[in-house]
């Protein structure tokens, strides 16, 4: 779940429980924002007893957190703080001061565009060179395996909840219409179940992606669709 909130992340210290903290009870309190604040972070209150004293999660608007879901009283946000290209954080109501907060996945030399967790796994998609790539980690943020995409291309999708067992997500290139496949994230194994009918076989063409440095030595990403053989 992530959210485009932006008034400070909170919760109270009194009247708040795992069971309180479950994944949908949460969006009636996430999604709340005064018509005159900015987007950017997310307001997060759990069950607000009268006597409950708020603790707030992200006191300013520095940085911007997209909550993921919850185990128990850990909450897990995609965010910018101290990573330009995102990382996945971990913030224990019991220990809410930032100087607790741990890092679950980690900033990477590519920007972390989407993240999800199934079953005990984070699903990632990055933007990598203008093309996407795919990681799972565990729930501790240990790298498992990269997810093999059909190809060079652009992947979206990847949703669902902790208790699913798969997944689905849609992927198109130059010589793939976009088409919808089935991922299994315990074995890794992907299964195309829809493409729509074109009028030539993608199978006789392949992408590559070379570089080619600019004036000042950056490396720029490029495509090359070319017949095979």
Not at 77 to 88: G, P
Request: hydrophobic share 30%.
């Amino acid at each position: 779940m992530t959210t485009n909130s932006s008034t400070p992340c909170r919760t109270t210290r009194r009247g708040t429980s795992a069971a309180g903290l479950r994944r949908r009870q949460v969006p009636r309190r996430l999604d709340r924002r005064r018509h005159d604040e900015p987007e950017g972070t997310p307001r997060l209150q759990g069950p607000v007893r009268p006597a409950g004293k708020v603790v707030d999660l992200v006191p300013n608007h520095d940085h911007k957190f997209f909550f993921l879901d919850n185990v128990g009283t850990t909450l897990y946000f995609r965010t910018d703080f101290k990573a330009k290209k995102n990382q996945v954080i971990a913030i224990d109501l019991t220990k809410p001061d930032p100087a607790n907060w741990k890092t679950v996945v980690a900033e990477t030399k590519d920007t972390l565009e989407f993240a999800n967790l199934m079953g005990d796994a984070w699903i990632c998609s990055y933007l990598q060179d203008a093309k996407t790539a795919v990681k799972l980690y565990d729930l501790a943020g240990k790298f498992v395996r990269d997810v093999e995409l059909p190809g060079i291309g652009t992947a979206a999708g990847f949703g669902g909840k902790r208790t699913d067992g798969e997944t689905f997500y849609s992927f198109s290139s130059f010589n793939t219409p976009p088409s919808t496949y089935r991922y299994d994230p315990k074995t890794g194994q992907t299964r195309l179940l829809k493409s729509p009918k074109v009028r030539f076989d993608p199978n006789q063409f392949e992408v590559k992606q070379v570089f080619y440095p600019s004036k000042d030595g950056t490396k720029i990403p490029m495509f090359v669709t070319t017949r095979r053989g």
